[in-house]
């Protein structure tokens, strides 16, 4: 007799199998998609940002690693090398990082990376990049400094950056969690190098900052600001409305409601589901479903539309979603990634049957069983294939920063 707590990866993956067969999944679907290495060097990888950052047309990964204090820095080798672990570096250490992002803030051609701390720390810091992207690899060539204004400020959780006054290159707008948590932005100086010049600016109150997009979400020509709140009063999903270069400084950033605050959010895309040319907003959600809101009509100052989407029972609790065609058949499907998948799913995408405002979609493996704590994903065509792959970090059973190779060709 098996005792509970006593099942061995035999007998759970043939309880797996039970559970996707009823799900009506295809046998393209049912294969776990082959996961490869990006790197595993350190500990807690939380979150992919990408750019291309020398050139040469292909995406470049940087990674927070939370437990482990370090901000890496991933070149792609190109298609014909892009399975083995890749180039990489430590760009600086910090403490508790909760996010990377490229940025290049001053303007010298080279792009740096902006890193947000919680925990103790409580401090964004900037990793200057050598001038020359040839020493890019170098990490004595790197330099860490901290963001005066930010220092014990807030617990820093997602950095966006973005000319917000059009003035003095790029500035950063950012989000936290917690105690005082904001979403606001810092204010670049003439001289960007000059930390101590830059400023900080409030927009809005928040529990807990996940997404931060730039998104023109009323075509008025300016970027506003697209959010996921996940936790206290004010949850939900959010946009503040830009009130032009003229009005940054003076003039308040209209708060748009899009979704309730009844369940805690985690991070969103932006793109049109359904096809009718509009953009949707599709979030994650803490538990067993995924919540689609759709504009209507085509004005996103108006009420939008809400539909749950439930998560298989064989899947973790939902942390990112992304929307592509992914098996190629012309029709778009959602990839999803989830917290609390022991013994469970981490990574998995979902196929509508009859249109997308089905409750239950048909639910396709991706992770298999390996990893429990998955974060942001991206989806592009790594290895030149003609699909697109899966990128995501895996911060629990530390498979690190990873992608999974889409069968579909």
């Not at 061995?8 to 679907?29: D, K």
């Not at 009323?218 to 996940?230: E, P």
């Not at 294939?385 to 970090?393: A, E, K, P, Q």
Request: proline content about 4%.
């Amino acid at each position: 007799m098996i005792r509970k707590g006593q099942m061995n990866r035999t007998i759970r993956f043939f309880i797996l199998g039970i559970v996707m067969s009823s799900l009506a999944v295809n046998t393209f679907s049912q294969s776990v998609w082959q996961r490869h290495t990006i790197d595993d060097s350190s500990q807690g990888a939380d979150g992919v940002r990408l750019a291309d950052v020398n050139g040469d047309g292909l995406p470049d990964i940087t990674v927070g690693w939370e437990e482990g204090g370090v901000i890496r820095m991933y070149l792609h080798p190109g298609a014909d090398q892009v399975k083995q672990c890749w180039p990489a570096v430590t760009v600086g250490q910090v403490g508790s990082p909760e996010d990377a992002v490229f940025a290049d803030l001053d303007g010298d051609g080279a792009w740096d990376v902006v890193s947000c701390c919680e925990g103790y720390i409580k401090t964004i810091f900037i990793h200057w990049a050598p001038s020359d992207p040839v020493d890019y690899l170098d990490s004595s060539k790197w330099k860490t400094e901290a963001f005066p204004a930010t220092r014990n400020r807030q617990a820093w959780m997602f950095c966006l950056p973005l000319s917000i006054d059009g003035k003095h290159g790029v500035d950063l707008v950012v989000g936290a969690k917690g105690e005082h948590a904001e979403i606001g932005w810092l204010e670049s100086p003439p001289n960007p190098r000059d930390l101590s010049a830059w400023r900080w600016h409030s927009l809005y109150k928040a529990g807990w900052i996940m997404s931060l997009l730039a998104v023109d979400m009323d075509a008025d020509g300016d970027l506003d600001i697209l959010a996921s709140d996940r936790k206290q009063e004010n949850r939900g999903c959010l946009w503040l409305e830009n009130p032009g270069f003229a009005g940054v400084l003076n003039s308040p950033w209209k708060e748009h409601r899009i979704g309730a605050t009844d369940k805690e959010f985690m991070f969103l895309d932006y793109a049109d589901l359904n096809g009718d040319g509009a953009e949707d907003v599709l979030v994650a959600v803490s538990g067993s479903e995924l919540v689609y809101y759709q504009q209507i009509p085509n004005d996103p100052k108006l009420q939008w539309k809400t539909v749950l989407i439930e998560l298989p029972p064989n899947a973790g609790t939902g942390k990112a979603v992304r929307i592509a065609d992914i098996d190629l058949n012309g029709k778009t499907d959602i990839v999803f990634s989830c917290e609390n998948a022991k013994d469970k799913l981490g990574v998995m995408w979902m196929s509508y049957r009859e249109t997308v405002l089905d409750k239950t979609w048909d639910a396709h493996d991706i992770s298999g069983l390996e990893g429990t704590k998955f974060d942001l994903i991206e989806l592009l065509d790594l290895d030149a294939d003609g699909d697109l792959d899966v990128i995501t970090c895996e911060e629990r059973e530390n498979l690190g920063v990873i992608w999974y190779e889409n069968p579909a060709k």
